[in-house]
T-cell receptor, first 115, second 113 residues
Framework: GAGVSQSPSNKVTEKGKDVELRCDPISGHTALYWYRQSLGQGLEFLIYFQGNSAPDKSGLPSDRFSAERTGGSVSTLTIQRTQQEDSAVYLC?????????????FGDGTRLSIL | TQLLEQSPQFLSIQEGENLTVYCNSSSVFSSLQWYRQEPGEGPVLLVTVVTGGEVKKLKRLTFQFGDARKDSSLHITAAQPGDTGLYLCAGATGGTSYGKLTFGQGTILTVHP
């Protein structure tokens, strides 16, 4: 498909386990963003990539969270030693170029539930 | 920390009514975007406003960016059940070279037939 693809769409895991969330941006998009959304709420910025570099990691809640992007394309968000407060929908977005005027195209998210 | 206060948080109206959603901040944004999100899906961009005082219309939706680029509003005329959803405003900081968005908390709109 031509849109942003995220996998898995749903993930249920036990507290303390590690999880990996994947994002395939739109082909050719140089900027990639990760957000977290709690039930019915706005989006909380986590991290931003321009190419394979992450100029802004300021939104990552703790050192249990990390992300990488390879080949200027696919990105993986990893949460280690998950906690119940990590339960949320994790959304990925991409844009053709970086810049506040650029529309961000979102995937449908990964719904993460920590038991 | 730059915050966007969005109001109201919930809005339940009858088909045919008009409504306005507000997005306010004490910070200046280089641009402001409005998104609409349906359950189980990602947000979809409706409009981007970049110039203070700018007004954009998208069919029955009218978007305005405040003169000082600190606030914005979304006005829907003659709402329809298909307008039901979560509406999000998002402000961009760092100028045109940077795309980080700060989102408001969202407005859940329900339009009853």
């Amino acid at each position: 498909g031509a849109g942003v693809s995220q996998s898995p769409s749903n993930k249920v895991t036990e507290k303390g386990k590690d999880v990996e969330l994947r994002c395939d941006p739109i082909s050719g998009h140089t900027a990639l963003y990760w957000y977290r959304q709690s039930l019915g709420q706005g989006l909380e910025f986590l991290i931003y990539f321009q190419g394979n570099s992450a100029p802004d990691k300021s939104g990552l809640p703790s050192d249990r969270f990390s992300a990488e992007r390879t080949g200027g394309s696919v990105s993986t968000l990893t949460i280690q030693r998950t906690q119940q407060e990590d339960s949320a929908v994790y959304l990925c977005a991409s844009s053709l170029f970086q810049g506040g005027n650029q529309p961000q195209h979102f995937g449908d998210g990964t719904r993460l539930s920590i038991l | 920390t730059q915050l966007l206060e969005q109001s109201p948080q919930f809005l339940s109206i009858q088909e045919g009514e008009n409504l306005t959603v507000y997005c306010n901040s004490s910070s200046v944004f280089s641009s402001l975007q409005w998104y609409r999100q349906e359950p189980g899906e990602g947000p979809v961009l409706l409009v981007t406003v970049v110039t203070g005082g700018e007004v954009k219309k998208l069919k029955r939706l009218t978007f305005q960016f405040g003169d000082a680029r600190k606030d914005s509003s979304l006005h829907i005329t003659a709402a329809q059940p298909g307008d039901t959803g979560l509406y999000l405003c998002a402000g961009a900081t760092g100028g045109t070279s940077y795309g980080k968005l700060t989102f408001g908390q969202g407005t859940i709109l329900t339009v009853h037939p």
